[in-house]
């Protein structure tokens, strides 16, 4: 119809040509639809956002049944999903030739921002193969949004940066009861269910999962989240997952700065460098782990930990806590290797380590390296080795280097030590690990002489044998163990106390501690108020334990909820003040001891002084205006000698 030789003719019909195919496209032949958040269409289905039952909003959410209409999704990127029934997603292998289903929601500038209610329903044999792309998943990027109750079986997701089987990347948004068995593969910053986890400036939660399958990447490799980021929690979890990586490789987060807690990880995870069975990096400020378990095999070079590869950063001292953790799983590797933690600059309190541990240089039960070249203390405390610990040198049943910034106190370590020349007990070697300047800080810590077939080590710990480490009379023996954190057992060793952290799901029963001053200093005698509430009415609770085990101080709330204790720690470092009250969850705060690096000041300028530490015309013209009002400075009235000394100071 279009063979006519006139030019006018021959345009009209190139328009009817193109309109025409134009409508035999799939996703065009009901119509074209444009919306403001709209993204160009892979939907081989031909299926349109009109075609679902409901409206999108949270009252009437559109219902998907099929992966066509799981497609469709990226037509509308604010509206409200619920699946309705299963979904068998095989076809997806086959489209847009090869690359599979297309991430709703691609990027920042079209994020997902509504909600996926999954409604218990399962999604099978979903693909996505697309390693060219960033931010790939289920869904690309939400920002915003919501997941739930999903699960997703065979899922085989393959993506570039930020790729994970739900989510590439999440910030401000919500991800939760979530089941998946997949095959993810990408580059840097990949889990088995979300890459990327907030921005770092909005909350952001992954909650109730469980992962198994395997997750393969570079860098930033989690069993569940690739990159979790300050801001970030990630909490109720549980991976399966065998994980694999070269840098930053974890069972269940690769790189966290945020939060990980009531987390257990149970897959092998095999790396090169920063490699933990948990976690790889746990980073400051924020980063950390508490009330985690990992219990897979971990393999790497350097920077090895059955829990964690590295607490804290690597070249300067920072603070990254692990509160209330174990691992269990063997642990191999080279350098700086540990049952536990490969190099730790944070703060580990309340800690196990039961896995067999091989390495070549700086190999420790507990920890591999405990501080680095800073002042800044890396403190180990109430933690316990069991396992048997094998290297060539540097070797410790606890740790196996301690640098001048590491600090541990009540531990113990148990397990065989095979290691030349340098093992010991508890420490193989106490120094600075790079410049041989001052020694690290062992106190109130022990070994088992027997069963580490060590009869010294380095550091100022205690070698006892096994009967006076085990049975009834063991914390007798071992009299820094606090019974507030240690059990005695008959027949065996100490074990830590169990210690609930409190419930965000029952608030009813948590308590809120507070502190007059969270941070003091060492030598000064200072009083600290500690405000005891409930967290749901924040009504003060009356007769509740508060004990600083580390002082030797304890005592009971008041009618307002408060106790002050008078407060000389000698020592700097963190001292956990716990509280106890009838049902109520046991809760504990920690007290920040800073070095007292102040030399003696006179008491003038003490009193009188600017912020420059100097006596100036100011402040002597301010002392006199305070001896004409009445006024007291530094407690005391401002008398007449006291201005005369003030104005001979600055005459000379």
Not at 74 to 79: I, K, P, R, V, Y
Not at 108 to 135: A, C, H, K, M, Q
Not at 441 to 448: G, L, M, Q
């Amino acid at each position: 119809m279009c063979s006519d030789p006139e030019r006018s003719r021959s345009r009209l019909c190139v328009l009817i040509v193109s309109v025409l195919v134009m409508l035999s496209m799939p996703g065009i032949s009901g119509g074209i639809i444009i919306t403001a958040q709209a993204q160009s269409s892979g939907n081989p289905g031909g299926v349109s956002i009109s075609d679902l039952s409901g409206s999108g909003t949270t009252d009437d959410p559109y219902v998907i049944t099929t992966a066509s209409e799981l497609q469709v999704m990226e037509d509308d990127l604010g509206a409200h999903y619920q699946l309705s029934n299963d979904i068998d997603a095989t076809g997806t292998a086959q489209w847009n030739s090869g690359k599979g289903f297309d991430p709703v929601g691609p990027n920042e500038s079209s994020p997902f921002v509504g909600t996926f209610d999954g409604n218990g329903y399962t999604i099978s044999d979903l693909t996505i193969n697309r390693p060219e792309t960033t931010r790939v998943g289920l869904f690309g990027f939400v920002k915003g949004g919501e997941i739930r109750d999903l699960t997703l079986t065979d899922a085989t997701v393959t993506g570039q940066q930020e790729t994970g089987s739900v989510a590439g990347e999440i910030t401000g948004s919500t991800i939760t009861d979530i089941t998946v068995s997949v095959t993810v593969d990408g580059g840097n910053a990949v889990g088995g269910v979300v890459g990327t986890a907030g921005d770092g400036s909005t909350s952001t939660t992954v909650t109730s999962i469980s992962v198994e399958g395997t997750v393969n990447g570079t860098s930033a490799i989690g069993g569940v989240v690739g990159n979790n980021n300050f801001e970030s929690v990630v909490s109720d979890v549980d991976s399966s997952s065998t994980v694999t990586g070269n840098n930053t490789i974890g069972g269940l987060v690769g790189t966290n700065s945020g939060t990980v807690k009531n987390a257990t990880a149970s897959g092998s995870v095999d790396g090169t460098e920063t490699v933990g069975g948990l976690v790889g990096a746990n980073n400051p400020p924020s980063g950390e782990i508490r009330n985690a378990i990992a219990r897979g095999s971990v393999n790497g070079t350097n920077k090895i930990g059955g829990l964690v590869g590295t607490n804290g950063p690597t070249l300067v001292d920072g603070d990254a806590q692990l509160q209330n953790v174990s691992a269990d799983g063997s642990v191999e590797g080279q350098i700086r290797v540990g049952g536990l933690v490969g190099v730790n600059t944070g703060t580990i309190q309340e800690g196990t380590a039961s896995g067999p541990v091989t390495g070549d240089d700086t190999v420790g039960g507990l920890v591999g390296q405990n501080g680095v070249a800073g002042d800044q203390e890396s403190l180990i405390k109430n933690t316990k080795a069991t396992g048997d610990v094998t290297g060539e040198q540097n070797v410790g049943g606890l740790l196996g280097v301690n640098p001048r910034s590491g600090t541990v106190q009540t531990s113990f370590a148990t397990g065989k030590i095979a290691g030349t020349p340098t093992a010991g007990g508890l420490v193989g070697t106490n120094t600075e690990a790079f410049f041989g300047e001052q020694p690290g800080t062992i106190r109130d810590s022990y070994w088992d002489i027997e069963t580490t077939g060590q009869d010294s080590s380095a550091g100022n710990a205690t070698g006892l044998t096994t009967a006076k480490m085990t049975g009834e009379q063991a914390l007798s023996n071992m009299t820094a163990l606090s019974d507030f954190f240690w059990q005695s057992r008959a027949n065996d060793y100490p074990v830590l106390q169990v210690r609930s952290q409190g419930s965000s799901d029952d608030s009813s029963s948590t308590l809120n501690i507070s502190l007059s001053q969270s941070t003091i200093t060492a030598g000064m005698p200072t009083e600290v108020t500690v405000t005891v509430t409930e967290a749901q009415t924040q009504n003060p609770v009356e007769d509740a334990t508060v004990e600083i085990s580390d002082l030797q101080q304890s005592g009971t709330t008041n009618t307002t909820g408060s106790i002050t204790f008078s407060i000389n720690a000698s020592l700097a470092g963190d001292y956990p003040i716990s509280v106890s009250a009838s049902g109520f969850s046991d809760a504990t705060v920690t007290l920040r001891v800073d070095e007292n690096n102040t030399t003696e000041q006179d008491p003038l300028v003490a009193r009188f002084g600017g912020p420059d530490n100097e006596i100036g015309n100011l402040d002597v013209l301010e002392a006199v205006n305070a001896a004409n009002n009445g006024e007291p400075i530094g407690g005391e009235p401002v008398t007449n000698l006291d201005i005369l000394q003030l104005v001979n100071r600055v005459t000379g």
